[in-house]
């Protein structure tokens, strides 16, 4: 039972352009919600996270939105550029667990 | 800090064998994790450790699998006798509990196990 899911396993945007990367989830539990960005050959690194209190979080060209009643969360990159592709992780966690729940990512490929 | 370091990088092997993959966290961190990455379920967990004690191996998909932490700056995932469906990549992941739960976890690159 996947409870993060990623229904768009890639994505191509030209670069320049916003990209948004959508991400459904289905345990109301989850009140942390963060994304990790994969480049090939590496392990994820973190990338921008939103607490459940919160609706909006903003890092540079990277924004998170998430919409609880809807229990749907986005990323959204703006401008997008070539070092952007790699494979984005969405995951979520509940109250003070560290167990962290991933969906199964979304290859970006940014086109120059 | 070297980050996470995982061993072998690489490994192949012939269906029925034992597998050891290799785990160093970064020092300090109290929080240990292997996952495992596969295209059609992405990444899971498989177990987590706390201060070298096991929390939670639910995601340990059968008696194959086993998991240690002799000490905090070691662990293994071992697979006996290995299996075709076990080849994908696996990552270990060190964390920090900072309190309030919104600590960041630490990947190591991976190691990919092929098995024949």
């Known amino acids: 039972d996947q409870q993060v899911k990623q229904n768009s396993p890639s994505l191509s945007v030209q670069e320049g352009r916003i990209s948004i990367l959508n991400c459904d989830y289905t345990?109301?539990?989850?009140?942390?919600f963060l994304w990790y960005k994969k480049y090939p050959a590496e392990g994820p690194t973190f990338l921008i996270s939103?607490?459940?209190?919160?609706d909006k979080n903003e890092d540079g060209r990277f924004t998170v939105f998430l919409n609880k009643s809807a229990k749907h969360l986005s990323l959204h990159i703006v401008p997008s550029q070539p070092g952007d592709s790699a494979v984005y992780f969405c995951?979520?966690?509940?109250?003070?667990?560290?167990?962290?729940?991933f969906g199964t990512g979304t290859k970006l490929q940014v086109i120059p | 800090d070297a980050g996470v370091i995982q061993s072998p990088r690489h490994e192949v092997t012939e269906m029925g064998q034992e597998v050891t993959l290799r785990c160093k966290p970064i020092?300090?961190?109290?929080?240990l994790f292997w996952y495992r990455q596969t295209m059609m379920r992405g990444l899971e967990l498989l177990i987590y450790?706390?201060?070298?004690?096991?929390?939670?191996d639910s995601g340990m998909p059968e008696d194959r699998f086993s998991a240690k932490m002799p000490n905090a700056s070691f662990s293994t995932l071992k697979i006996q006798p290995s299996e075709p469906r076990d080849s994908a990549v696996y990552f270990c992941?060190?964390?920090?509990?900072?309190?309030?739960?919104?600590?960041?976890?630490?990947f190591g690159p991976g190691t990919r196990l092929t098995v024949l």
């Open positions: 995951a979520a966690k509940s109250g003070g667990y560290q167990k962290v729940t």
């Open positions: 939103i607490s459940s209190i919160k």
């Open positions: 992941a060190s964390s920090l509990d900072l309190g309030g739960g919104t600590d960041t976890q630490y």
């Open positions: 450790f706390n201060n070298n004690v096991p929390i939670d």
């Open positions: 345990n109301s539990m989850f009140d942390y």
């Open positions: 020092s300090g961190h109290d929080y």
